[in-house]
């Protein structure tokens, strides 16, 4: 072209997964570096017949445009069926449906952030709540998380040290990257900081159901006694990512600014998957699908904490997660993770992702999450016995 | 709350619908007001075969995650389909899935629009155009139109006179809310314009097939030779609104920011709607599909045309459309065609959208736009019948 392109100055912030590697779709390849649920627990055979009832009793309405909102029903059904687990009393009136919850997250910085805004993350934090929120312009602010989660003694100090915080943005369950999960007692405070410093807690749950010892953590929103909590749920993980069926539980002031953003967006989810999941739900439990992937992802998640307790190096740290899809590794703090994940795909064909993408600043290398949910167990087994003698050769052991 | 919530500026830009209102979901209401296909012409009982193969062979793969660009198989079936019948040559490479054309519109502005950034529209135009750019601080210029759409050389006299024009909108094909055709000759000169000032064109392209009179336009793409042309087609007016399915035809360095802000909004589409969308092109014909609802809205505008003639006073214009939802009335310049839908709700159960919100500067209060695409013929008939004798009333005759 003889002219050239005029972008937006936030164009230049768009920018392509950090964690994508062509590499990692070649069919040999033994992958820890998925974010994905286990495609054969999806309940295709269920839905045969829950889409013909939808198809030829509601076939008219299921195909048409319909609210922004989301089908009434539906949000019906996730109050009395998922919040209410979650340990918040809520309604129809406090939910919206959402494409992903990664939607509920852009939205947040569309709403909340101005250019220079400050937003407090986890340090490291959900990769895609950058991807999200980067374009926004945001002044990210980090707080560090031990073995019960995001350390509230900092988080307060922040808060007091800097105004004009706008958002503080957590995955309070099984976090991903690292598996954390953060204590009922941290949850709390959490809340009842957002509302003594009047900052938004934007609370990111897509594995919050999948907890494999014990109960599921209370919600960060069910401590909420003034609004600050914006809950983002999602039925990626407990039914089935393709449908990109996500909903957010707000205050009906903040909802409504989310609505007129989905409204400009892209209008409303798929009508038809609303439906099939209000049928699917009608028909079938939630709770109990919920229980045979806890039972599914605990068995993949003994045998990759087995595996790792066999053939890694003693120095590297790593966590048993309570639940999600992650772990997350330590190594020495002089190793770069980034060349032993691309050394562990070329000579090893293993895949899986360094640690440094998650980090706000890109300022830390030695960290490599794994993958546990999207990989069998005779796989883990191979693929963390060929990553261990890559890792025994780099500690020289 | 004691704390008061801190919103982003861009946030009181955020605006409701203006043409939604609660009176017009009443059962006993006869609407001209939406904007929607008509649902009996939905293939729902195709679909039905169409959702068992797919969830019995494809189980797995459609319910999973998969590509931001959109299932590969799906853009190779429009790019032969659709893109070939409005006269483009073009392949997968550049063709990107996305939740609705809304979001075509919405990320054009997140991607091309800086605040007090210059962008051109027809005047009238999309009223969702604008709730979708309004977020990003446009600076609107606006170009008139006559019968053959947008007018050129005042297109070319405000490209020549304003600098930092970023982008030129338009929906040439039966525009919402006018219905007004864009010239053969002026796609031409409009994709011309585009390559000789450096301007973006987003050609929203929703009801391009549904033209009742001869055959469809060319795409303003089709004459695009520098790549400035970034065409928006839609499956929602053709096949089925509520499965969110759009495409954007564009050049790979101008889709890969939109896949970049798709991955960051909300990753991809539905996967399993995608596959219901390959299923359904493999079995049945589009093309076919199209002709039979051209038959079925050419037969309603016909009605209403024919229904306008025989009730409304002589001097209201009104359009013939030659495709596409929509006509407009030209009421006489003092009256505020707001207070006429108003009075045609309450006293008559007439649901009817004024103009105004159409206009960019919400200027010009005489129009009215009347759908004849979601009401049947006996419907449309006794509405306008209803509607002339009103506007009888306020012309005094």
Redesign the interface.
């Given at each position: 072209?003889?002219?050239?392109?005029?972008?937006?100055?936030?164009?230049s912030r768009?920018?392509?997964?950090a964690i994508r590697n062509k590499l990692f779709d070649e069919p040999d390849i033994l992958t820890f570096a998925a974010g994905?649920?286990e495609?054969?627990a999806?309940p295709?055979?269920e839905?045969?017949d829950v889409?013909?009832e939808v198809?030829?009793h509601k076939?008219?309405?299921?195909?048409?445009?319909?609210s922004t909102d989301g089908i009434y029903e539906l949000r019906k059904l996730i109050a009395e069926d998922r919040m209410k687990a979650w340990g918040v009393n809520t309604d129809p009136e406090h939910l919206m449906m959402?494409?992903?919850s990664?939607?509920g997250i852009?939205m947040s910085?569309?709403?909340?952030?101005?250019p220079g805004?400050k937003v407090i993350v986890e340090n490291p934090s959900y990769l895609?709540a950058y991807?999200?929120l980067?374009?926004?312009n945001p002044h990210w602010l980090t707080v560090g998380m031990d073995e019960h989660g995001m350390k509230m003694d900092e988080l307060e100090d922040i808060l007091q040290k800097n105004d004009?915080v706008?958002m503080i943005y957590t995955v309070p369950d099984f976090q991903n990257p690292t598996g954390v999960v953060m204590s009922v007692e941290r949850r709390k405070q959490l809340a009842q900081l957002a509302?003594k410093?009047?900052v938004?807690v934007v609370e990111d749950r897509p594995y919050g159901d999948l907890c494999y010892d014990g109960d599921p953590y209370p919600a960060v929103k069910s401590f909420d006694e003034?609004?600050?909590v914006v809950t983002l749920g999602s039925f990626?993980k407990i039914f089935?990512?393709?449908?990109?069926l996500a909903w957010i539980c707000a205050e009906p002031?903040?909802l409504?600014?989310f609505?007129?953003?989905k409204?400009?967006?892209?209008?409303?989810?798929?009508?038809?998957?609303e439906n099939?999941a209000i049928e699917w739900m009608k028909r079938y439990s939630l709770a109990d699908r919920i229980k045979k992937l806890c039972d599914l992802y605990r068995s993949r998640r003994d045998t990759i904490v087995r595996c790792m307790e066999q053939y890694f190096p003693e120095e590297i740290a790593f966590n048993r997660p309570e639940g999600g899809f992650f772990t997350w590794l330590t190594l020495r703090e002089d190793m770069d993770a980034r060349e032993i994940a691309n050394e562990a795909a070329m000579k090893l064909r293993v895949a899986c992702i360094p640690g440094t993408p998650f980090y706000a600043y890109n300022d830390i290398h030695n960290n490599i999450r794994l993958n546990f949910s999207f990989i069998n167990e005779e796989t883990i087994e191979e693929g963390i016995r060929r990553l261990g003698t890559l890792l025994h050769e780099k500690y020289g052991c």
């Open positions: 072209m003889g002219n050239q392109i005029k972008w937006a100055e936030r164009s768009l920018e392509a997964s994905k649920p495609s054969s999806f295709y055979m839905l045969v889409a013909k198809l030829e076939g008219q309405s299921a195909l048409q445009y319909s959402l494409s992903g990664q939607e852009e910085g569309k709403i909340f952030v101005d805004s895609g991807t999200a980067r374009i926004y004009d706008r509302a410093y009047g938004i003034e609004g600050w990626s089935c990512p393709g449908f990109r002031e903040i409504q600014k609505n007129m953003a409204q400009g967006s892209n209008l409303q989810v798929s009508t038809f998957d099939l």
